[in-house]
């Protein structure tokens, strides 16, 4: 019986090993004929799975939107993740945050963590796929593709969708912003011969150590801005009231030297918000103007510097031979001037008039909330009243010549002289008012040339002495 049954057995195991062989032989030519084969059978797997497992899968992209924009409950349930699971993580990656000298660790690609929310256990996977590589191909191939899985039981439907979600965005939303470095973006320029772009921003770590506090200007009109911003700052619900997008318009004027880049820093370090420099020059046209828009985040501040010197707005338009073809439909039917980039013509941007109008407010400005666009000029009387109109530019801030209080304020930053205790004082007093000095300008004057050769006495004197000249 023994015998026999061994004889079974061994028999049993080759039947298996020949089906399992033929099985291994019949499968390229069954996929040669049916291509599509792969696509049924894990179909109907899943589905076969589906009905007997009582776990329900949510699926959480990077990109939503048509790939338009990082989704935000990625980057949400990154942060989340990062904060509340990683230690029970055995992959995880390091990244600088926000000062620089720490290290943030978040999972790793392909790793799974648990969370317990309200008796529920939750499990969370990161994935990538590649996408297939062609390797005739001559253009850089896509980035992989990157999602959250989230998987729970079935009983607990109600809770993770009801309450857990939530729960997850708004900790990690907050988490997002508690550990972020503040970025300085600025735009890259467009799509390169083979018509691919990674992203639309490219980006640095912002750290300019301009605040209210060192800007040289007018006490009252810098309280007056700062309480505009705080005003701003919390207005979420007043704007949603007034039914207007929680967005706001700040234009700075005013000769070179005045400290306007130098104000944009400090309304970022007093706001805490990220900077987007966007040189209108290097964008293609008004399509691409929107899709830089669109990829901003809340919480951030839009500038365009020297606004004059991008848009011609003398109405000279350079006629080009195929300018019919070539126009954008938004501005060619409204006349409005082209952006001239600097010289040359062929790379010339098709950016109009009218396509900054809409993207400072139009429909597509609404995206998001909570944005300053600041826009700084020299030349304010050469600015189309359109585009500065209130509702648009709805702050306009004068930033002008040394006055003798913005002296104080260079004086205690460089010389550590407070409250105008100096003899020189009555003199600067006397004469600022008369000369027209950039506080640029002056606190050139007051930058210590070597050193300790110049003390602060000698450096006031240099102010005297240039207000003479
Ligand atoms: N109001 C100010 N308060 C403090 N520092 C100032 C001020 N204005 C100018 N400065 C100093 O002068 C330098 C130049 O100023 P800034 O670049 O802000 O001028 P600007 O108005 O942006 O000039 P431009 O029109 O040429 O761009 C700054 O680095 C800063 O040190
Ligand atoms: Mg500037």
Redesign the pocket.
Known sequence: MTASGIGDGEKGAAALWSIAASAMFLWPLVYRYFPGIQYYLAKYCHRLVSLVSPYIHITFPEFSGERMKRSDAYAAIESYLAASCTQSATKLKAELGKDSSSLTLSMDEHEEVTDDFRGARIWWTSVSRSPPQNSMSFYPQPDSRRYFRLIFHRRHRDLVVGSYLDHVLAAGREATFANRRRKLYTNNPSNNWYGYKKSVWSHVTFTHP?TFA????DPDKKKEIVADLEAFRSGKDFYAKIGKPWKRGYL?Y????????????AIANYLDYDIYDLELTSVKDNTELRKLFIETTGKSIIVI??IDCSLDLTGERKKKKDDKEDDDKEGSSDGKPPVKPPGDNEKQSKVTLSGLLNFIDGLWSACGGERLIIF???YVEKLDPALIRRGRMDKHIE?SY?CFE?FK??AA?YLGIVDGEHRLFENVRVLIDEVKM???????NLMPKSGDEMNASDRAMAVQTNLHL
């Open positions: 301009s060192t800007m040289a200007m700075l005013g000769p070179p030297g005045t400290g306007k880049s130098t104000m944009i820093a510097e020297d700084t000029t020299n930033m040394c913005a304020v260079l930053n950039t506080p640029a300008d002056v606190a050139e």
